[in-house]
């Protein structure tokens, strides 16, 4: 029986799994597992013949192997699979850091071998017990809390672990992250694959990009200031082109090829003005992408991040609109995933998450669960409902000179972003989520470190307030549930029953 409740997470920066082999986890029902009431009988288990020594290959797993492996360890000796996991992360940042250890711990799970001795599990089955596999180290994890009373208090045993309360408050507080973000969307690494540069790389990027802005720039200076020069010499080769027209024949063609010379060299100077200009541009745009990226980069946060962030919805079908979107964090991004369904199919029906969403699916499935309305299958059309829709209200953002909506941003909101390129479900308190694009998952970011809202659409239903139909103050959306109940009628106070 677990007692303890995890405490709220905290962020950390994770990497990358180390490199291949093997994978396997052992059944729940082999019985060849050993109990964790007592530790391992002198030889009972087979260790590998040096056991602080690291192997030459080191294991790769999946995301899904990790979670299947937490799980089946967890349920095997009663032990939350999250606590597992982070102190895997912690212990050797998901193989990342195996050791030895400065103390001589080893191995996924940081064991002293004197400790592995008497906990050590044979978990895949193959005749040794051996801490640098991921399947052994992590059963015995398990084992050996549940040994150090992890039923009755698991922070203690937890300290028993490693004894220091800062490393207990590290695991419950990573274990909590796990819990609330099983998908792993939180934790970029694992097997979710990369989502483009790092913001480190980005940084690098953009400053290369920059230094051929500069570069281009400086090369164009000295163009002009060449065509400037050469104007000059224009001027004077066409006076020795008049001037010598009155003499001899041989100084008028010397001085007509050189009036040639000097024009056909402003010509290309022209050329060369023209397509510098041209390339300064682009690498302009390159510069302003890759500060929209960068921004991208440092906005994402996973849903792990969650814990006091959202503040509440203002509707209860707000929040089940919501509630639908964030189910999603983690699944792909797939252009054109998940289209194509009717109102009735989306609200009768779970969407293929192995399909992926693109960012306006992701809206049309999350409104038609949560609020049974049906708002458009791209954006485009979403937009384009925003105007004619029932209930439905939309506005310009700051990107064409508009403000925000009334009240600012209301869970249930739809963002637009770049004219109609990307919507995305607002969160309230400067959070949102979205279906990025090809090679991302669906997950949050904050909306003060993205592009400029484009445009908004609210629908009354889902928010609770919109403009009144005169253009003039706000108005409350009363719900009756009941449809049948007597409401007093009051100024700017629109009454509406579902």
């Keep these: 029986m677990r007692t303890t409740l995890l405490t709220i997470a905290v962020a950390a920066a994770l990497a990358g799994p180390a490199h291949a082999v093997t994978f396997t986890v052992a059944g729940d029902d082999t019985g060849a597992l050993p109990t964790w009431r007592s530790p391992n009988a002198p030889g009972s288990i087979i260790e590998p013949s040096a056991i602080s020594t690291p192997p030459a290959e080191h294991q790769v797993l999946t995301y ?27 212990e050797s940042s998901f193989g990342q850091d195996m050791g030895p250890s400065s103390a001589g711990a080893v191995g996924w799970m940081q064991f002293l071998p004197s400790t592995w001795h008497d906990w050590g599990v044979d978990g895949n089955g193959d005749g040794i017990a051996d801490p640098w596999n991921a399947t052994d180290a992590v059963y015995s994890a ?25 490393y207990v408050d590290a695991v419950l507080a990573g274990a909590a992250r796990f819990a609330a973000d099983p998908l792993g969307a939180g934790f970029g690494l694992l097997t979710l694959q990369p989502v483009g540069p790092t913001p480190e790389e980005l940084e690098a990027q953009l400053a290369a990009a920059r230094g051929t802005v500069a570069s281009v720039a400086a090369r164009i200076e000295e163009i002009q200031a060449g065509l400037e020069r050469g104007s000059w010499d224009l001027v004077a080769a066409e006076q020795d082109v008049r001037d010598a027209a009155t003499r001899a024949g041989d100084a008028f063609d010397r001085a007509r090829a050189q009036l040639e010379t000097l024009t056909g060299e402003q010509a290309a100077l022209g050329e060369q003005l023209a397509l510098a200009g041209e390339e300064l541009a682009q690498a302009e745009a390159g510069v302003a992408s890759l500060e929209q990226e960068l921004a991208l980069a440092h906005a994402q ?27 999603q964090i983690g699944v792909p991004y797939r252009w054109g995933g998940n289209h194509g369904f009717s109102l009735d199919q989306m609200a009768s029906l779970e969407p293929d998450v192995g399909n992926g969403f693109d960012c306006s699916s992701l809206i049309a499935w999350s409104y038609a669960q949560g609020a049974n309305l049906y708002v458009g299958d791209w954006t485009g ?47 309230g308190n400067d959070l949102f989520v979205h279906a990025p694009r090809t090679g991302d998952v669906v997950r949050i970011a904050r909306l ?44 700017g106070i629109v009454l509406f029953s579902r």
Aim: charged share 20%.
């Design 448 to 491: 003060s470190t993205y592009s400029q809202v484009w445009g908004w659409v609210r629908y009354s239903q889902v928010s609770g307030i919109g403009a009144a139909p005169d253009g003039g103050r706000l108005f409350a959306i009363v719900t009756d549930p009941a449809g049948g109940a007597d409401l007093p009628e009051d100024e």
């Design 142 to 166: 398990a084992r050996y809390l549940a040994a150090s009373g992890a039923h009755e208090d698991l922070p203690r045993a937890v300290f028993s672990y490693n004894h220091s309360q800062d």
């Design 64 to 90: 899904e192997q990790f979670l299947e492996l937490w799980r089946a360890a967890g349920r095997e000796y009663d032990i939350p699979w999250e606590v597992l996991a982070s102190i895997m992360q912690i």
């Design 381 to 427: 059309a979403q937009w384009e409902l925003g105007a004619a829709a029932p209930g439905a209200t939309r506005g310009k953002g700051p990107a064409q000179g508009g403000a925000e909506p009334p009240g600012g941003y209301l869970a249930g909101d739809l963002i637009f972003f770049n004219d109609t390129d990307h919507v995305a479900l607002a969160l």
């Design 301 to 327: 946060l996973g849903a792990g991040s969650l814990d006091g962030l959202l503040p509440s919805a203002p509707t209860e079908a707000a929040q089940r609109v919501v509630d639908r979107a964030l189910a």
